[in-house]
C-alpha cells in the first residue's frame, strides 16, 4: 500500500504539461529508487524559483532580478525591439536568428472573444518605452493566428503613433517542405507575401 | 450523434489540455455547435493550418453529449479571407454576436450563407453597411428583428417623421423633438429596410437602432469585439 505522502507527490506533479498519473507516479518511483539526490536539487531548485523569479522590468522575461539578461546587457541593439507572445517564443527567436535587439513579451495574445485587452498584455509598459527609448524598429513576432494578427494590427498602430517602423515576421512554406502537402491557408499566405527575387 | 462531412465555419477555438482545443462552429445543418478537435494544436498537427475561422469546411463528428468529438476535415470554396485590423475585429464581431445571440443546435440556413457572404466580402466593402446587414438578418431569422414598415397606428413610415424605439413593439411616430438614443429619423428605418443607406445620418442612426436592439436580447452581457474595435479606433488617434 502506498504512503500518504507518495500519493501527494504523484498527484503534486501531475501539475506539469502533458503528465498524467501514469506519468507522474513513473517520476516519482523514479525519483525514489533511483535518484533521490536529484530530487533533492529539483524540490530545493524549484522551491527558490517558485519564491524569487518574477518579471523583467522592462520585458517581461522571467528574471529573478530587476532586469533580465539581455535587458542588463549593454551590448544589444537599442534601435530595435521584438515584440513577442511567449517566453518560449523569445528563446526560439533567440536560438534560431543572430537577433542582437530588445524584447518585449506580451504573455498572451489579443483575444477579444476570451475578453484578453491589450491592458492584460502589458501594453502600458510598452508604450512607456516607445516614449522614452531610441527604438527605430518594433518587428511584430506574434503567432499567425487570427489572435496574433489582431495583436499585430494593434502593435503596428502603436508603433506608428510613436513614428516608430513595424514590421512583421514572414510567414508561409516551412524550409524543407513540399507545395503539394501545405494546407491552402498557409500556401496563400506565402503566395500573397512573396518577394522579388534577388540577382546579385 | 454521427455527421459526415458537413459544410461548417469555425467561430472560436480554445486551447484545451495540451494539445486539444474545443472549437465553436455554425453550422449549415445543426446551427451552433462545440465539438472536441483532439491534438489540434501539437506539433505534427496538419490540420490546424485547415482549420481556421471565416472560411467554410467540410465537418465530421460523432458522439452523445454536449461535445462531440471532430473526425474528418476538409476545405470547401475559396480559402480564409485576407482580413488585417479594423476589418479582422469586425469579422470576430460577427462571430462573437452568433456565439452569444444564437442558441445551440438551432439551425438557420439563412444565417450561415449571409455569415458566409459578409465575410467573403469584408475586405473590401462599407464596413458599417455590411454589418447592419448582417445584424439584422441574425435578429429576423430570430424572430427577434425591429418593425421597419409600420408605426404602433399601423400608419406607414415617413421618411422625414422622428420615432421613438422599442425593442419588442412597433416604432411609435413623436411630434417633440427629443434628442433620445432610442429615437431615430423615419429614413434610417426605410434605409435598414431596403439595405441602402443613403446619408450620414442614416448609418449613424442605424448603428444606435441595431446597438440598441441587440443590446436589448444580449439581456446586459456586453460584447467584447466592441469595446476592442472602439479601443482600435482610439489608439488610432
Known amino acids: 500500500m502506498s504512503g500518504v505522502l507518495l500519493d501527494d507527490l504523484i498527484e503534486a506533479l501531475r501539475c506539469l504539461p502533458g503528465v498524467g498519473p501514469k506519468s507522474a507516479q513513473r517520476m516519482a518511483f523514479h525519483l525514489l529508487q533511483r535518484d533521490r539526490r536529484g530530487g533533492h536539487t529539483l524540490s530545493a531548485v524549484l522551491s527558490q524559483a517558485m519564491d524569487r523569479v518574477g518579471h523583467c522590468e522592462r520585458c517581461r522575461m522571467y528574471t529573478e532580478g530587476a532586469l533580465c539578461r539581455v535587458c542588463d546587457s549593454s551590448r544589444r541593439d537599442g534601435s530595435q525591439i521584438c515584440v513577442v507572445e511567449t517566453p518560449a517564443d523569445r528563446s526560439s527567436i533567440e536560438s534560431a536568428t543572430g537577433y542582437q535587439g530588445q524584447y518585449f513579451l506580451l504573455l498572451g495574445h489579443l483575444s477579444p472573444l476570451d475578453g484578453v485587452g491589450p491592458d492584460d498584455l502589458g501594453m502600458p509598459i510598452l508604450e512607456q518605452r516607445l516614449t522614452t527609448e531610441s527604438i527605430e524598429e518594433m518587428i511584430v513576432a506574434t503567432n499567425p493566428t487570427i489572435e496574433g494578427e489582431a495583436t499585430a494590427h494593434y502593435l503596428s498602430r502603436l508603433a506608428t503613433r510613436h513614428g516608430i517602423r513595424a514590421t512583421r515576421i514572414a510567414h508561409g512554406v516551412p524550409v524543407g517542405g513540399e507545395l503539394e502537402y501545405i494546407d491552402r491557408n498557409t500556401l496563400a499566405h506565402a503566395f500573397n507575401g512573396r518577394l522579388i527575387i534577388d540577382n546579385e | 450523434m454521427r455527421v459526415s462531412l458537413t459544410p461548417g465555419i469555425v467561430l472560436h477555438q480554445r486551447a484545451f489540455q495540451d494539445h486539444h482545443s474545443i472549437i465553436d462552429c455554425l453550422t449549415l445543418e445543426h446551427g451552433r455547435i462545440s465539438l472536441m478537435a483532439r491534438g489540434l ?197
Open chain 2, 41 to 237: 494544436r501539437g506539433k505534427s498537427s496538419r490540420r490546424a493550418g485547415i482549420i481556421q475561422p471565416f472560411c467554410e469546411l467540410l465537418l465530421s463528428f460523432s458522439g452523445r453529449g454536449d461535445l462531440p468529438l471532430l473526425g474528418a476535415v476538409e476545405p470547401q470554396g475559396p480559402g480564409r479571407p485576407q482580413l488585417q485590423g479594423t476589418r479582422l475585429l469586425s469579422a470576430l464581431y460577427l462571430n462573437e454576436l452568433i456565439l452569444k445571440l444564437l442558441p445551440p443546435l438551432d439551425p438557420h440556413p439563412l444565417i450561415y450563407r449571409h455569415y458566409l457572404s459578409t465575410v467573403t466580402q469584408l475586405p473590401d466593402c462599407h464596413i458599417g453597411d455590411t454589418l447592419r446587414l448582417f445584424e439584422l438578418t441574425l435578429l429576423n431569422e430570430m424572430g427577434y428583428g425591429p418593425v421597419l414598415d409600420y408605426d404602433t397606428e399601423g400608419e406607414a413610415l415617413d421618411a422625414d417623421a422622428l420615432y421613438q424605439i422599442d425593442p419588442e413593439r412597433e416604432p411609435r411616430r413623436i411630434h417633440s423633438v427629443m434628442k433620445q438614443d432610442d429615437q431615430v429619423h423615419g429614413a434610417t428605418l426605410i434605409a435598414l429596410q431596403s439595405g441602402a443607406f443613403n446619408s450620414h445620418r442614416d448609418r449613424l442612426e442605424s448603428r444606435r437602432l441595431m446597438g440598441l436592439m441587440i443590446d436589448h436580447y444580449l439581456d446586459g452581457s456586453p460584447l467584447k469585439t466592441r469595446a476592442m474595435l472602439k479601443n482600435f479606433h482610439d489608439t488610432q488617434r
